[in-house]
């Protein structure tokens, strides 16, 4: 039974690993932190203490309870030195023999989380559970390296970890029955936001999020609107925190192209999620975003940024067209299974900010207006990508609400 004694291990110590080492250590959690690489976890510990010690400066904790917190954190070293590439055969599990949860974030490739959770499931004890931090791969696939594959669930943690409220907690579906309700009260008393799905690709939130960049991109593709009025009438229009366009320079168009690409192949290549040439083109490029300072604008020092075409009957059309692909994604989410209704909703909020949550969204607007805009849009353009889902047109038709 996961408690606030359960000793937390949590393998990889790069930006998501040391984020939850923080916030398994602040909720009380004596936390063990390695990584194949030389140096990382020793890395990590210095950058937690850093992110506390400016929280103690500017007077948001205090400084018994930084090292306190800083006391439950054991940095273990790689017993390997000058090694170039990180694998996870030089990570020694030994350290993570009393943990009764270890949470893998080490990088995403499924042969390797298997190899690890394979060496994992022969170092801790058997009623010990793992869990993976994985984003795009499944949980079964990794869960099937372990003799007992039941103790095996998905923990998907947000960047960064100590900012970002949701957890998505993923079962497989063989995992232990009461695991799921342990995990979700666990992230609670983390004081996440969990939620619960199913292990499909994508989860929740990569997988109804994807419209948002795919839409905004064959409207650009189209001659539609430009990359700038586009985010202002999403960002100004409909509330979204930043639009597209900003958003995928923010998170790194390689990044965002490749999560696209994991949930296309994932679903056989449907066409809701198939990636765009634009973007394809511009990772090509090395045109990534704002860490190389140029991505669908352009961000080297001097450079201005261009001006929105403020028509507000263009920005409301391509809001309506964006925000129906957004719903009919959400709706069909829950149709499949994939989540609750409440679930869905409080991943898009505290997940990715959005306005409100989609089925939320829906209600307002009506399920009718809604089937209305995807209805046009088949019948304009006869792609699959914006075939309505049969829950939307149910819900026109029987005048159903999701949420209200």
Known sequence: ?????????????????RGIAQVAAAAGHQVILADAMPGAAADAFSAIAGTLGDRVTNGKLEAAARDALLGRIVAVESPRSGTIEPRTSFIDVGPFAPCGLVI????????????????????????????????????????????????????????????????????????????P??????????????????????????RVARPYYGEALRIVEEGLADYATVDWA??????????????????????????????????????????????????????LGRKTKRGYYDYADGATAPEPTRDPALGAAILDRIRAMLINE???????????????DTAMVAGVNYPKGLLAWCDELGADAVLATLEWLYDEYREDRYRPSPRLRRAARDGVKFRT
């Open 234 to 287: 999403m960002r100004e229009l409909g509330g979204f925190k930043m639009g597209p366009f900003e958003l995928m320079d923010f998170i790194g168009n390689d990044v965002n192209f490749a999560v696209t690409q994991a949930v296309y192949e994932g679903f056989f290549f449907e066409p809701r999620y198939r990636p765009s040439l634009t973007q394809q083109r511009l990772v090509a490029a090395g045109h």
């Open 104 to 179: 893998e974030a080490i990088v995403e490739d499924l042969q390797a989380k298997r190899d690890l959770f394979a060496r994992l499931a022969h170092t801790v004890a058997e009623d010990a559970v793992l869990a993976t931090n994985t984003s795009s791969l499944s949980v079964a696939g990794i869960a099937a390296a372990c003799e007992d594959p039941r103790r095996v669930i998905g923990l998907h943690f947000f960047n960064p970890p100590p900012v970002m409220p949701l957890v998505e907690v993923v079962p497989w579906a063989g995992t232990h029955a009461d695991l």
């Open 330 to 344: 959400a709706v069909d989410a829950l149709r499949l299974g994939v989540a609750s209704a409440a679930d869905l």
């Open 181 to 206: 309700m342990q995990c979700v009260a666990l992230m609670a008393a983390w004081q996440k936001k969990p939620v619960t799905c199913t292990d499909t690709p994508g989860f929740i939130v990569n």
């Open 1 to 17: 039974m996961l408690s606030s004694s359960t000793v937390v291990g949590v393998v990889g110590a790069g930006a998501m690993g």
